[in-house]
């Protein structure tokens, strides 16, 4: 089946969706974990497929780790699409009621957006994650994720599909496109009127690729060229212990710090010890010369560092004049994604919320707070780093959109 | 100047626009209008250049009309800003506010977008109008306007900048590419980084050339093949009146009535007379078979009739069996634009909102009033007929975004 074919009938399927009570789509997010969880050996060699032929293709590293699967996996899938079940569910709920005083009556609805493409790499839990939270709030999924995880991701969908079907619900809410080729993606980028937004989610080149070639709307997900700026009124323990959780709890996932500005003013008392608890913990440092200065040991740092999202165990380091120096050099550098300032002076913590434009800004916080489940949404599509629609986690209210139903008893406009 | 080098001025200035307060930004607006109507002879004479070019090169009608300016019209543009000038300013307000279990206040904060690109056509208020909501919201725009009309909105747009300098604002908020060249509106259409949000304000042409270019984010205004569907149970005195209005009250915008659906039950009563009314209002119509063997004067609709957005003295009509026969049209021709259904059954209406996918749709009243004015939000940049960030009127709300602020006291991830 083409994949014009596929995104027609999400489309037909997305109405009958949007129709449903609250308490059939939760009952087909039960279903799809069920399903899941019954097929999980079938998955599972499906998966063994997709290692053989990795393996064969020298895939190795983080890359086939994040490609394999396990039982455990598989259950914690199916655990998380039970999770999403359970969210409360604002379809159909009025955001706003205008009454104008011809006697209208404007109600701002809460709706799905329809048809939903989601275009991803390897990790095969999104299969799952994007399905359950697409038809939870209401949209059909059009999935095409990274040829390496072909089959897992099809006998995935073929069981999420069985679980729809037996709640009564139709399967053809979710639809993958499992032709390899290049050209299905770009058809996919390309459906107007059959596809209302599309959800890259992956590598900064996906997201190039989407946003260079998309006609359809496209969210922006992902890049995170995170800063934590310790000001001079920092709290230098709670400055360390940020900054090592932001560096080290997590550092390949997009909220992770990635340079760390410090006030010239508590760089001499904080530097020495951070850079060598950091050292010990395995991370590379590279800094500014005057960040060398106080720690002699630390590599210089050179303008691809200040830009660079490493996703690693490697953190520049920038010795600034103050807080004008830090907004400005994230201003240049940063993603829009998540920016944090240490520090105990309120005036300063607000000119940099105010002053620092990013999805999230963080007070005496870390960055890696930046997450559907860390703000309360449950689960999350993706960490939008742009700002139409949706900034930050993305969870099932950002996945749906309005209309306005006007009621009248007969009006004219004069 | 290049594109590029406006484009970067304007996100410079874009930061400090967002710094004021509203009583600041509110004097700006005033002072543009003071500026408009003060420099309006000035306005008229470059406006007079403009239409000796038109007339040279053959413009006439309604595009001439469009184009030309009077000290009236020119009154109405500056009154139109201090309109815009005394809106509620929601900047700054907290949208939301989330209390985490670990003790973060995540609060959701109205911002700005930055810096908006609006590429539009003729009419040179719309250069007033654009810059006045921008300015309002605290973003700084990119105009890109017309050939026909470049010296009226270069004039319009010296006065604008020199009330925003008097207001002690900069200047460089507004920008306007005069260019005329039409690679320049491509390289607009790409500057990610520069440029948050693309609005395309004009005819069919221009909006899918720009929804094939770019790569910034774009809201799609504009077209709209509105219908209205007669139900058996109309009061027909009532779909009379509504369709009547939605025909007549200005054929030429995006909200007026294209083609008017009428249940089988009702099109007997109701068609001779109305037919004869808007034919007495110099309507053309075009109907479907059932149609014309009722009113046998009325010409054969084809395939076109129901796919066209006439925007002129011309209707379509068509007789169905029923209310899922109009759904079922609508969704196959409508633009998503304004629907409405003239019933006096609750639970035929009920259905009618529910299943049509539009930005507005109507119960009992004229398509008519999706407007930024009829909705209550003072003023509009255009109409969004697409479902992401913004649905039908969008006002000085819809053009801004929000972020999130963290306030910790030195919260880490586990």
Redesign the interface.
């Known amino acids: 089946m083409t994949v014009i074919e596929k995104a027609e009938r999400a489309r037909g399927a997305s ?1 009958v969706l ?2 449903l009570s609250p308490e059939q789509r939760a009952k087909g997010l039960l279903f799809m974990a069920d399903e899941l969880e019954a097929g999980r050996l079938h998955i599972l060699d499906a998966n063994q497929e997709d290692l053989e032929n990795a393996d064969k293709a020298g895939i190795t590293g983080p890359m086939r780790r994040r490609l394999a699967l396990s039982e455990t996996k598989i259950g914690m899938m199916a655990q998380a699409l039970r999770q999403i079940g359970l969210l409360q569910d604002n379809l159909g709920k009025i955001v706003q009621m ?1 009454s ?1 005083p011809n006697g ?1 009556t ?1 109600k701002k609805v809460r ?1 799905p ?2 048809a939903i493409g989601v275009i991803y790499e390897s990790r095969p839990n999104v299969t799952a994650d994007a399905a359950g939270l697409c038809i939870k709030s209401g949209n059909a999924v059009i999935l095409r994720g990274g040829t390496e995880a072909l089959k897992t991701n099809t006998a995935i969908v073929a069981k999420l599909r069985t679980g729809l079907e037996k709640a009564g619900i139709t399967p053809e809410c979710i639809q993958y496109i499992d032709n390899p080729d290049r050209s299905e993606a770009l058809t996919m980028m390309r459906l ?1 009127g059959l596809i ?2 599309l959800i890259p989610r992956g590598g900064a080149g996906l997201i190039k690729a989407t ?2 070639n998309a ?1 359809i ?3 922006e997900t992902g890049t995170g060229n995170c800063h934590i700026y310790v000001d001079a009124a920092a ?1 230098r323990e ?1 400055a360390r ?2 900054a ?3 560096k080290l ?1 997590n550092p390949a996932v997009c909220n992770a710090m990635e340079t760390l500005l410090v006030h010239e003013g508590i760089a001499e008392a904080l530097l020495p010890g951070l850079a060598q608890d950091l050292t010990d913990k395995g991370v590379e440092i590279r800094g500014c010369p005057r960040s060398r200065e106080i720690v002699p040991y630390i590599e210089p740092a050179t303008e691809e560092d200040w830009q660079e999202e490493y996703l690693d165990l490697v953190l520049a380091i920038k010795v600034v004049s103050g807080l004008d120096e830090a907004i400005e050099h994230i ?1 240049t550098y940063g993603t829009a994604h998540s920016e944090a300032i240490i520090t105990a002076d309120p005036d300063v ?1 607000a000119k940099f ?3 620092v ?10 960055t ?3 997450d559907g489940g ?3 949404f449950g689960a999350e599509i993706g960490i939008s780093t ?4 949706a ?2 986690p993305m969870g099932i209210n950002e996945l749906t ?14």
């Open positions: 109405k949007a129709s205008i104008r209208l404007i709706v957006f329809g107007r209302d937004v946003l260079e006609s709307p496209v969210i709290d709670m212990s940020i090592m959780n932001a709890s201003a913590a919320t105010r002053a434009d990013a999805a999230a800004v963080y007070v005496n916080a870390s890696r707070f930046t860390e703000f309360g742009q700002k139409l629609h900034r930050g959109t309005y209309k306005y139903v006007i009621e009248g008893t007969g009006q004219v406009r004069q």
